[in-house]
């Protein structure tokens, strides 16, 4: 079992930055592939970045890429999301998700955290 806690979103202006983290629970953390998504209002859930349980190899939705940046701290069970240019656009409730060896999709989500980039 783990548990996924986000923080770090909150209200911006466009072109400004954030930094989420997500801590989570348990020994097996170096383990698990970490991503995060985002779901707008309206809209369904979307991938926006993942990274592999050594921290090689990062994932970006097109619509990020370049912007954003995922890394990870194995010995501090967390993992980040550098939020650089953002814009209006990106406003989501953003969230962590966890997926384990030879597993096909995510396991484990946290709970979210809002991010509202103002125009």
């Known amino acids: 079992q783990v548990q996924l806690v986000e923080s770090g979103g909150g209200l911006v202006q466009a072109g400004g930055s954030l930094r989420l983290s997500c801590a989570a629970s348990?020994?097996?953390?170096?383990?698990?592939?970490m991503g995060w998504f985002r779901q707008a209002p309206g809209k369904e859930r979307e991938f926006v970045a993942s990274?592999?349980?050594?921290?090689?190899?990062?994932n970006y939705a097109d619509s990020v890429k370049g912007r954003f940046t995922i890394s990870r701290d194995n010995a501090r069970n967390t993992v980040y999301l550098q939020m650089d240019g953002l814009k209006p656009e990106d406003t989501a409730v953003y969230s962590c998700?966890?997926?384990?060896?030879?597993?096909?999709?995510?396991?484990?989500w946290g709970q979210g955290t809002q991010v509202t980039v103002s125009s």
């Open positions: 998700a966890a997926k384990a060896p030879y597993y096909s999709s995510y396991e484990y």
């Open positions: 348990g020994r097996t953390f170096s383990t698990y592939t």
């Open positions: 990274i592999r349980r050594n921290g090689d190899s990062p």
